[in-house]
């Protein structure tokens, strides 16, 4: 039974031959099979970030409000009155890539556990999706299987989905991702950490059987490129059971609510083995698993199989004998499996056990947390510049008709409304949703109090690719922007890092960018990184995605009644625009990609301090009831933004009609005179840059809103004013369009899907 | 107010009901309301005097949507009571157990578009001569919001002819302007129906979601109420 692996074995499992000596000296001698496999999730990028791990330091992760930092299942913020809110992004590319429906499914299912396994109640699902160009018939099934994923799991577990992004680029072709957050509610003081302790405490085992479904999900997927092996890998992709998932959460919540359990940590990529060795290690403690004893769904199964499966919906906690009959009691009243599977230990050991004889016998310490580290040499990427584009009228020749321009922005998949995939998702359950998907920010109140908390989803893998850097940066900025433009103080991120194969020096060079310009981000704003994960191997055939760094940002409330959204009000509301006026650049821009088809250039540098000023007012404007709607300014420019901000003035959520004038009663447009030192009219109208935000005030407030602003620049750009968005440049006429024909344009996704 | 004149409601919670307890804050923002949640394994209601079988997957509803659930304990309870003239609402999930269970008629398709749908509807109000319309007035518009994969009600055409002639069409799928053309109908119903109630009009099924519009301060606003009130008015006139 006791088989001896051999390096071959080793390197089949994906480990290096550095990595088998180093095995072998932990070991003192050949490992068994069983802990060879063991060894190959634990070390493997996935479960120890080896390739990351020394430079994610770099991030702030403590502040005031931070009751939990990086290291458990989710990062924990206090956010008042004694309510606390646990969040957690995660990616599931590569089974999404490889499988959508259920890569995308369990992704959700994976991340809403990492929150009720600190005791938090999932109050909230974000998801961040990249994909290739919707012309390719194969990205229309990867969006239409991804969406359908997280619809099919989420709306099960009765967890709103309210906000996200979703973006097109040829890069993310044969590597899309899927990156889902989650955050719950807790008190403060009931905080869960997955701490094993308690010497003969039971290890117990509660929720879904155990499968070969994903064996080897986090090493054969996470962690390797993709090629044309890509349909053999499908095995290892699970599947998902929102109907266990959401009994396992009344029964989890109400075993941690009752202390009935020490601790708790949930069964993701490398199954047993890590939730195991992951809780023995923060314990100082030991874990004696019987793998025979693990209900099975498949017979025959090996040990190695069971302690390696990633079956879905299951949870480890441990439990003190005394109490071993109530949590059986409650998960008998949830028809939830619970087996005790082994015992604490002093033995520092995850020892594992079949038929009573002992087949693995390995350090915890070594597993969770002592992965040997792997540093590539960054090299700076060739294709990078240092100026911006030359703007001339032979390489960007400027359109003869602005209108056509604008409705082309707004046809365009990146800009377009998302509708047709957040209307898959229950975005009102649980009766807290503040604002519905389709603005800045998704809002939620908590109930009791009159607090609120805002959430958004934010990078621009185009500006990454341009610069790191700048891009890394601008993606926190823009999260933080987003929040302050719905009335909310941005307080914590979590970050899901998206990047190509880390063996490589141009990665490993733009990972580290990235990481710096976020951190100097996160610094300035008072942001820390609660939480987060890496995803690299981002390839396929050798080509990389964009770097893709997610920023998944939480806002807070004292009093969410103040909360703000985009849409036009009043007729004859005053239109500003707060911040840089004249920043608009084509680099980067969706403008250049749409109508150019050019992706070039270097995006510029976010000015932090006067981003930090920007917010502010933004926020206290709010606060003070000063203003009646605000937008941030981001792709497509100054006249997507108005458009924007026009559109949704007649749309009150929803419907079952495509015509607008159906749909909603009324539509307010704008009558826009720009003034601007742009060379080009339709960089104005279209160019993009950092810390510009639209807002409108009635006539009364400009004065005070001015005032407000202090060094903040503020521009008076026209006023809400009949059903056609009117716009002129430098005293010449652009364009005149009704706005329900903007409201067209702008809903055209689906049409790409049918 | 005395506690005997407090009008008490039973939540019934499925493994895998996720509205159960939206339904049971939705009920507990009206004054002079108690709520109390059943265990779909049950074998008696206790003293409630209306019943609500709330939204979500019961079951996981893997197979058609209720077929498990209207096999639950509980389920030969709530069948009692509703024969002796209890008010039962179901909503979503719960409209569709009823229709399983054989207390309204009717049967619940997938949606057209094969699609989840989760948007504000416009539902218009056919009839108030029901428990759980009384309140609203004839033609109203109510806006709330559908979320379901399988709402596309059908009905064989005699039965449909007789729930015509009874009034048994409670609310249906509108435009803005109250019209009930196929543009305002968002997942294939039969002739926009939203939701139905049984011959003695006691027992009421809807598929959107009222419960998510009981509060103005929220996204789902506030007309769910006048559903709610509507049961509560009766349930007083009843008890005095």
Not at chain 1, 142 to 162: E, F, K, Q, S
Not at chain 1, 383 to 399: F, G, H
Not at chain 2, 72 to 91: D, N
Request: glycine share 10%.
């Amino acid at each position: 039974m006791k088989h001896t692996a051999t390096l071959s074995d080793a390197l089949k499992l994906g480990l290096t031959e550095p990595e088998w000596h180093a095995i072998c000296g932990i070991q003192g001698g050949e490992p068994t099979y069983v802990e060879l496999a063991i060894y190959s999730l634990m070390w493997s990028e996935h479960c120890s970030y080896k390739h990351s791990r020394p430079i994610l330091k770099r991030f702030p992760t403590s502040g005031p409000r931070i009751l939990q930092g990086p290291g458990e299942n989710a990062g924990i913020i206090d956010v008042g009155d004694g309510w606390a809110v646990a969040m957690k992004i995660e990616s599931h590319n590569h089974p999404s890539a490889v499988e959508p429906f259920q890569g995308a499914a369990t992704g959700v299912g994976g991340i809403v556990r990492d929150i009720f396994t600190m005791g938090a109640r999932p109050i909230v699902s974000l998801d961040s999706l990249r994909f290739g160009e919707l012309t390719e018939p194969r990205q229309r099934f990867l969006l239409d299987g991804v969406v359908g994923g997280i619809a099919h799991y989420g709306n099960c577990l009765g967890v709103p989905t309210v906000g996200g992004e979703i973006s097109f680029e040829p890069s993310y072709e044969g590597n899309c991702l899927v990156n889902a957050m989650c955050a719950g509610l807790i008190r403060a003081d009931n905080i869960v950490r997955a701490i094993a302790s308690g010497v003969g405490n039971h290890v117990v085992l509660i929720g879904s059987k155990t499968g070969r479904d994903g064996i080897g999900g986090a090493s054969v997927l996470a962690s390797q490129e993709f090629d044309e092996t890509l349909e053999e890998k499908r095995p290892s992709v699970q599947v998902g059971d929102p109907f266990t998932e959401k009994k396992l959460i009344e029964a989890c919540l109400e075993l941690l609510g009752r202390t009935l359990v020490v601790s708790m940590q949930d069964l993701g990529a490398a199954g047993l083995t890590s939730s195991s060795s992951e809780m023995a290690s923060k314990g100082h403690v030991g874990l004696d698993i019987h793998a025979d004893r693990v209900p099975l769904r498949e017979q025959d199964m090996e040990p190695w199989e069971i302690m390696i499966s990633e079956s879905q919906e299951r949870m480890l906690t441990i439990v003190t004998p005394e109490y071993l009959a109530d949590v059986q009691e409650v998960c008998d009243r949830w028809d939830l499996d619970c087996t005790v599977i082994g015992a604490v230990t002093d033995s520092k050991m995850l020892r594992t056990y079949w038929h009573g004889e002992l087949v693995g016998d390995i350090p915890a310490r070594r597993l969770a947390d002592e992965a040997p580290v792997v540093r590539t040499p960054p090299v700076r990427p060739a294709y990078l510049v240092d100026d911006p584009v030359a703007v001339t009228n032979e390489t960007y020749p400027q359109p003869p008709d602005l209108g056509a321009a604008l409705l082309e922005l707004l046809a365009a998949p990146n800009i377009a409304s998302k509708r047709w995939a957040y209307e898959q998702y229950d975005y009102i359950v649980q009766a807290n949703t503040v604002q519905i998907p389709g603005s800045d920010a998704a809002v939620l109140r908590i109930k009791g109090t009159r607090r609120g908390i805002a959430f958004t989803t934010d990078c621009n893998g185009r500006h990454c690719y341009l610069d790191p850097y700048r891009g890394g940066k601008a993606a926190v900025a823009e999260a933080a922007r987003n929040l302050s433009c719905v009335g909310a103080l941005p307080v914590a991120v979590t970050d899901c890092l998206n990047f190509g194969n880390p063996e490589k020096g141009e990665i490993a060079w733009q990972f580290e960018q990235a990481v710096e310009g976020m951190a100097q981000a996160c610094e300035t704003l008072e942001t820390p990184v609660v939480s987060g994960n890496v995803s690299f191997y981002n390839e396929s055939f050798g080509n990389a995605i964009y770097p893709t760094p997610v920023v998944g940002m939480l806002g807070v409330y004292d009093d969410v009644a103040v909360h703000m959204d985009h849409r036009f009000k009043n007729e004859g509301d005053v239109v500003l625009l707060l911040g840089a006026a004249d920043a608009a650049f084509m680099d980067g821009s969706e403008y250049q990609k749409v109508r150019f088809g050019r992706v070039e250039g270097r995006v510029p540098d976010v000015d932090m301090e006067l981003e930090k000023a920007l917010q502010a007012v933004l926020r206290e404007a709010i606060h003070r009831r000063l203003l009646k709607s605000a937008h941030d300014c981001a792709e497509g420019g100054l006249a997507v933004a108005l458009a924007e901000c026009a559109i949704a003035s007649g749309a009150t959520g929803g419907g079952a009609s495509a015509d607008p004038e159906a749909r909603s009663p009324r539509f307010l447009g704008a009558q826009i005179e720009l003034s601007t030192a742009v060379s080009r009219a339709d960089l104005g109208l279209f160019g993009e840059g950092p810390s510009r935000v639209v807002v409108t005030v009635a006539p009364e407030q400009e004065h005070a809103v001015r005032e407000l602003a202090g060094s903040v620049p503020v521009t008076r750009l026209g006023h809400v004013a009949g059903t056609s968005l009117v716009i002129g440049v430098n005293g010449r006429h652009a364009f005149d369009i009704p706005v329900p024909d903007l409201y067209r344009a702008f809903e055209s996704l689906p049409v790409h899907l049918t | 107010m005395s506690n005997s004149s407090r009008v008490r409601f039973g939540v019934v919670v499925f493994p895998g009901s996720n509205c159960d307890a939206d339904s049971y804050h939705a009920l507990t923002t009206f004054p002079g309301v108690t709520a109390s949640y059943l265990w779909h394994k049950d074998t008696s209601l206790g003293d409630v005097q209306a019943i609500v079988l709330p939204g979500g997957f019961s079951y996981g509803d893997y197979l058609r949507c209720g077929a498990i659930a209207r096999f639950s304990p509980i389920m030969r309870a709530v069948t009692s009571f509703a024969q002796a003239g209890g008010l039962v609402l179901g909503i979503c999930n719960g409209f569709q157990i009823l229709v399983e269970a054989g207390l309204l008629p009717g049967a619940l398709l997938r949606n057209t578009g094969l699609k989840f749908i989760c948007h504000y509807v416009n539902l218009r109000v056919e009839t108030t001569a029901t428990p759980f319309t009384r309140a609203c007035s004839e033609g109203q518009l109510l806006r709330v919001v559908v979320k379901h994969n399988d709402g596309n009600y059908t009905v064989d055409a005699p039965t449909l002819e007789r729930m015509r002639t009874n009034g048994q069409i409670v609310l249906r799928y509108a435009d803005a302007k109250g019209g009930t053309g196929a543009d305002a109908n968002p997942n294939g119903a039969l002739e926009n129906i939203a939701a139905v109630c049984n011959e003695t009009r006691n027992v009421f099924g809807m598929m959107p979601h009222p419960e998510n519009s009981v509060e103005t301060a929220l996204a789902g606003g506030g007309d769910g109420r006048h559903l709610f009130q509507s049961m509560i008015d009766h349930l007083r006139e009843q008890a005095s």
